[in-house]
T-cell receptor, first 113, second 109 residues
C-alpha cells in the first residue's frame, strides 16, 4: 500500500539521549516535512525538504536535524532530547506539482522524561 | 504575525448540519486547506480553496472569502464517524502552511 511509514510509533526516552525518528515514503514525492503536534496548538513545521539533497528550517527547528539523502527517506534526529520535545511527530510529503495536499504518516508519539 | 483562528470545540447532532469557521491573517495567500483528523490518527486532506466561493464535495463543502480572510467548512447529514478534529491551514506567500489549532467536533446521537 502506497504511503508514508514512520517508526517508531511510540517511544519513551530519557533526557539527554539521542533519538532518530524514521520516515519513508513510496509515492516518489519531492517534498517532505516534519511537524510536531501539541495539545492546543496547530501543527508546527520543524524542518522540510523540497527535493532530495536539500533541507530547510521551519518554524521550530532548534534541537532537531534532518537529512535527505534520497527521495524516499527523511529522518529526524534529536541530538540530545529535552522534556519540551515531548510531542507527537508527523512526517508528511507532497507532490510539488499539485496544490500542496499533504500526505501524512501515522505519527510517532515521543515522551522525554 | 500570522494567525489562524477557529473554535476549539463544537457539538452537533447526528443527521444535522454544522459549520466550522476559520479566520486568518497571513503574509500573503496561496490557498486554504481543510484537513480531518480522528483522535490518535494522522490528518487527512478534505478540501482546498484558492478562489472565492463554495467548493462542494459530497456531504462536505468549503467556502472562502479572501477579502474577509474567512473560510468555513460545512458538514451535512452528520454521521457519528464525523466526530474528529478539523484543521484549517493557509498557505502563505512563501508557500508555507500556517495551521490553526483545530476544531474538535463532537457528534451526539
Amino acid at each position: 500500500i502506497a504511503g508514508i511509514t514512520q517508526a517508531p510509533t511510540s517511544q519513551i526516552l530519557a533526557a539527554g539521549r539521542r533519538m532518530t525518528l524514521r520516515c519513508t515514503q513510496d509515492m516518489r514525492h519531492n517534498a517532505m516535512y516534519w511537524y510536531r503536534q501539541d495539545l492546543g496548538l496547530g501543527l508546527r513545521l520543524i524542518h522540510y525538504s523540497n527535493t532530495a539533497g536539500t533541507t530547510g528550517k521551519g518554524e521550530v527547528p532548534d534541537g532537531y536535524s534532518v537529512s535527505r539523502a534520497n527521495t524516499d527517506d527523511f529522518p529526524l534526529t534529536l541530538a540530545s532530547a529535552v522534556p519540551s520535545q515531548t510531542s507527537v511527530y508527523f512526517c508528511a510529503s507532497s507532490d510539488a506539482k499539485g496544490p500542496g495536499e499533504l500526505f501524512f504518516g501515522e505519527g510517532s508519539r515521543l515522551t522525554v522524561l | 504575525g500570522q494567525n489562524i483562528d477557529q473554535p476549539t470545540e463544537m457539538t452537533a447532532t447526528e443527521g444535522a448540519i454544522v459549520q466550522i469557521n476559520c479566520t486568518y491573517q497571513t503574509s500573503g495567500f496561496n490557498g486554504l486547506f481543510w484537513y480531518q483528523q480522528h483522535a490518535g490518527e494522522a490528518p487527512t486532506f478534505l478540501s482546498y480553496n484558492v478562489l472565492d466561493g463554495l467548493e462542494e464535495k459530497g456531504r462536505f463543502s468549503s467556502f472562502l472569502s479572501r477579502s474577509k480572510g474567512y473560510s468555513y467548512l460545512l458538514l451535512k447529514e452528520l454521521q457519528m464517524k464525523d466526530s474528529a478534529s478539523y484543521l484549517c491551514a493557509v498557505m502563505d506567500s512563501n508557500y508555507q502552511l500556517i495551521w490553526g489549532a483545530g476544531t474538535k467536533l463532537i457528534i451526539k446521537p
